[in-house]
C-alpha cells in the first residue's frame, strides 16, 4: 500500500444547502473598477440596485454604456423602463403587453443613463464579466471549507472582489482586456 498518496478532497453535505446568494457586477473596461453586491434573489431589483450604484459611482456620466448577456431579466420590462430610451439595434423593446404598472419592490423611478449593449446569446467567453466569475469560483470557491459557514463564504468572495474596487490592470489583464 502507498502511503505517500492522499485522498482527493471531496465537497461534504452541509445543513446550509439551501442557501443561495447571487453576484451581481460590472466591470469598467477602461479602468478596472469593479461595482459589486450580493443579493439572495436574482429578481428585477438586483439589475436595478447595481445600475443606481452605477450611476452613483459615475454622477458625471452622461451616457453609461453596460454590455451584458441576454439573460431574460436583464430585458425585464420594470427594469427598462428604469433607463433612458434604448437606442441599439439589439434592444428589445417593452412589449405591448406591459401596461406600465411598475414593480412595488424598485418603488419610482428615476431615468439612469444606462444604454444596454447586449452580447450574443451562449458567448460567454466574450464577456469579461464571466471571466471575473470564473476566477472567483477558482480562487475562492474551489473544495472551500466552509458550506456551515454560509457568511463567511460570503465574507470571503466580497473580500476578493473588494480589492479590484477602484480599478485593477491586474483584472483587467485576467479578463482579456489589457495585454499581457
Not at 44 to 67: M, T
Not at 95 to 106: E, M, N, Q
Request: glycine residues 4%.
Amino acid at each position: 500500500m502507498d502511503t505517500d498518496r492522499h485522498e482527493a478532497p471531496t465537497r461534504s453535505p452541509s445543513l446550509h444547502d439551501n442557501e443561495t446568494c447571487y453576484g451581481i457586477g460590472a466591470l469598467n473596461a477602461h479602468t478596472g473598477d469593479l461595482v459589486y453586491q450580493q443579493t439572495e434573489s436574482a429578481t428585477v431589483v438586483a439589475p436595478h440596485a447595481l445600475y443606481s450604484e452605477i450611476c452613483l459611482r459615475y454622477p458625471n456620466a452622461e451616457h453609461i454604456f453596460i454590455i451584458q448577456d441576454n439573460r431574460p431579466i436583464h430585458l425585464h420590462p420594470n427594469l427598462l423602463a428604469a433607463l433612458l430610451p434604448q437606442t441599439t439595434s439589439f434592444h428589445n423593446p417593452l412589449p405591448p403587453s406591459w401596461k406600465g404598472k411598475l414593480s412595488k419592490k424598485i418603488g419610482e423611478l428615476a431615468k439612469l443613463p444606462i444604454e444596454i449593449l447586449q452580447l450574443p446569446a451562449y458567448a460567454l467567453w466574450t464577456h469579461p464579466i464571466e471571466k471575473l466569475w470564473r476566477w472567483v469560483r477558482q480562487s475562492v470557491g474551489h473544495l472551500h471549507r466552509l458550506a456551515d459557514d454560509w457568511q463567511a463564504l460570503q465574507q470571503r468572495v466580497m473580500a476578493f472582489m473588494q480589492q479590484f474596487q477602484g480599478g485593477s490592470e491586474k483584472l483587467l489583464r485576467y479578463v482579456g482586456l489589457l495585454p499581457d
